[in-house]
């Protein structure tokens, strides 16, 4: 699924994109600014603009932001004026956007606990059908 390579880096080979985009595991240095750089070297938004698609709950999240943002933006133009219309906007995006990915990244969360516990339950279900087909057919 992944190959690693001399420097450390590893490639994801199945993408729907087709892009092979490295996946740096590298420890921390102990060093806030080196590390916060090796960080910022990383960033490339043009392919996170392009992967947007793909990372769960954003495209929900900023359509919910655009229109509830559009929606008080035009509202408070019309009583208040340019400015202040733009800025109510543009928070109303930021904290709509914001909240419904925090919401949507919760319940995935949530999910996932659901499915590692019945995944964690699954085996101890089957010792349980065995035990009782040992003591119904009269074992020891």
């Given at each position: 699924?992944?190959?690693?390579?001399?420097?450390?880096?590893?490639?994801?080979s199945?993408?729907?994109?087709g892009?092979?985009?490295?996946?740096?595991?590298?420890?921390?240095?102990?060093?806030?600014?080196?590390?916060?750089?090796?960080?910022?070297k990383?960033?490339?938004?043009?392919?996170?603009?392009?992967?947007?698609?793909?990372?769960p709950?954003?495209?929900?999240?900023?359509?919910?932001?655009?229109?509830?943002?559009?929606?008080?933006?035009?509202?408070r133009?019309?009583s208040?004026g340019?400015?202040?219309?733009?800025?109510?906007?543009?928070?109303?995006f930021?904290?709509?956007?914001?909240?419904?990915?925090?919401?949507?990244?919760r319940?995935?969360?949530?999910?996932?606990?659901?499915?590692q516990?019945?995944?964690?339950?699954?085996?101890?279900?089957?010792?349980?059908?065995?035990d009782?087909?040992?003591?119904?057919?009269?074992?020891s």
């Open positions: 699924m992944s190959s690693d390579s001399e420097d450390g880096t590893q490639t994801a199945s993408q729907p994109s892009s092979r985009r490295p996946v740096h595991r590298v420890e921390s240095t102990g060093n806030f600014w080196q590390d916060a750089r090796e960080a910022f990383r960033i490339s938004i043009a392919d996170d603009f392009q992967r947007l698609g793909e990372m709950c954003a495209r929900n999240s900023l359509m919910s932001g655009i229109a509830s943002g559009v929606g008080v933006g035009v509202i133009i019309m208040a340019f400015l202040v219309g733009s800025h109510w906007a543009v928070g109303t930021m904290v709509v956007s914001l909240g419904t990915w925090t919401v949507c990244q319940n995935i969360e949530a999910e996932r606990r659901k499915l516990k019945v995944v964690e339950e699954m085996p101890k279900r089957f010792i349980k059908q065995k009782k087909g040992i003591d119904e057919s009269g074992g």
